[in-house]
DNA sequence: CGGTCGATTGAACTCGTTCAAAATCCGTGG
DNA sequence: CCACGGATTTTGAACGAGTTCAATCGACCG
């Protein structure tokens, strides 16, 4: 991003606080906003008519989401961390980039990763057994700075277990589960339940993908 | 799209005739072009290491594929069917959508429901049955006009059986039992192989999505 | 009419779910 | 600082949907 794109994006976004359980927007919601995480990480869900849940994504700093077609939400967003988040007006944005090509090429070169990204998702949803869709959620974990720290090995998983569970379309007992196979391997070690010290190599190699 | 977006289109497009088997690409090649069908279906897949193999997708009339952020296409496109398809230099492309702001943000919003629909389709592949999962395979293909006839009802499908349960995560014996219990219930009768009649009313309210 | 390939059916098995119980974590107040 | 209580996670055992493998069926083609 150019500088100039930046202070531009700078000029029509509004910075909020938020703290864990911070409901950003439901689903059905009038979709008004774009959001862009600073600081935190961020839930994307959606509530099924019986009562299921589907974790879509997790976002983390830089992270963008609350695009939508058809001027509705579709999914829940809340904030687990306490965090910063910047949002921009949808009708403010969509003139940004409409004044600058560059910067729209930008959104549109990132959401082909998105989705990208959702392939891969969907091969591991389809084709993987529980604890490869752990292992690959836990690197998903670490390529992120914000929770792993390489010195220390220690990764901060700032959701809960269902979280994590619905992420990955399994039962939460089968998170706990497949964590504890991958800890009776010695490729992780709960240090407590959001603490978890990882061998990262050897989770690497633990997953074929 | 507006008529001067549609002649600068076709001013760097190629088009080529396919016929069913046709390979428009294979994954690990260099992206050097962005496809649109015209006429025909196209199918996306990925090829894992163990042989297992994911459908990603089936592109109609109109759809665009070949987008990859990397350099290098992740995936495989075949046609299935004969068929006209329109291509266009990837360079060529991106100099048109950065002179025509309009257009790129058509693209955008392309992508964004792109977006949407691979949520939908992970929420499918997590949590419903199999013969949930085959009704939204039907009710998507009739959604198109090129395979279905609401007059007759009659629904023409391109692609075998495993395509089908590549596509939806299953195995192809699963497709075949979700069919018969459709069968057994008179929502679809089997013509042959390829050709489906179809209750759509009752295929409907039979997907509780 | 026989042969081949894809689709369907059948039967055993497996992985993950479900439901219930035990263990652990964590905030609160003594 | 430690003990208590509710919530979350982990463990255990039974169950079930879907897979796997093998056999049968059916369509298409020489």
Redesign the interface.
Known sequence: MTPSDQTALMAIGEAMDVRPGTKLFRQGDAATHIYMVESGVVRIS?D???G?R?V?AFRWGGDVFG????GRY??NADALDKGRIQRFQAERL?EL???R??M??R???Q??????L??H???L???YDVVTKVVAFLLECCGNGQCFDPATQILKLPMSRPDIADYM?VATESVSRALGVLERRKIIHRHDMHHLAIDLPRLRDCA??
Chains 1, 2 share one sequence.
């Open positions: 959606h099924l008519l019986d299921k589907q879509l695009m939508a077609a058809g579709l999914n969509q980039l409409l004044s090509p560059h729209q090429n959104f549109l070169l959401a082909t990763a998105e989705i990208s959702q392939q998702r969907i091969i949803m389809a084709k379309g074929r993908l």
